[in-house]
């Protein structure tokens, strides 16, 4: 099983992303998902969490601007990022717990992180 992330880049304050995440393999399925930061010199925090029932969870602040969301037949979350701030810069990490099989016990996984820059 691997987790891709991609839609990271440069943009300007005020602008928007939408990060993705994808999962790859045989016969599994997405149960629990989220994102997390991780800026130069600080220590990884919570961005959204989204349990399989679609309870969301954000981390301080965000909620309004950022919003998680899943497509399960595509087993991928999305992370929707508006009004983006230079304070927003960092790397970007999925993370998901993930069924593999007929296995009852969800394994987690991360994905290799993908880079957001905001800035002028």
């Known amino acids: 099983v691997q987790l891709q992330a991609s839609g990271g880049g440069l943009v300007q304050p005020g602008g928007s992303l939408r990060l993705s995440c994808t999962a790859s393999?045989?016969?599994?399925?997405?149960?629990?998902a989220g994102w997390y930061r991780q800026a130069p010199g600080r220590q990884r925090e919570l961005v959204a969490t989204?349990?399989?029932?679609?309870?969301?969870n954000y981390g301080d602040g965000l909620k309004g601007r950022f919003t998680i969301s899943r497509d399960n037949g595509q087993n991928t979350v999305y992370l929707q990022m508006n009004n983006l701030q230079p304070e927003d810069t960092a790397v970007y990490y999925c993370?998901?717990?993930?069924?593999?099989?007929?296995?009852?016990?969800?394994?987690?996984?991360w994905g290799q992180g993908t880079l957001v820059t905001v800035s002028s």
């Open positions: 989204e349990t399989r029932n679609g309870i969301t």
């Open positions: 993370q998901a717990s993930i069924f593999i099989g007929r296995s009852p016990y969800p394994r987690d996984y």
């Open positions: 393999g045989n016969d599994l399925s997405i149960n629990g």
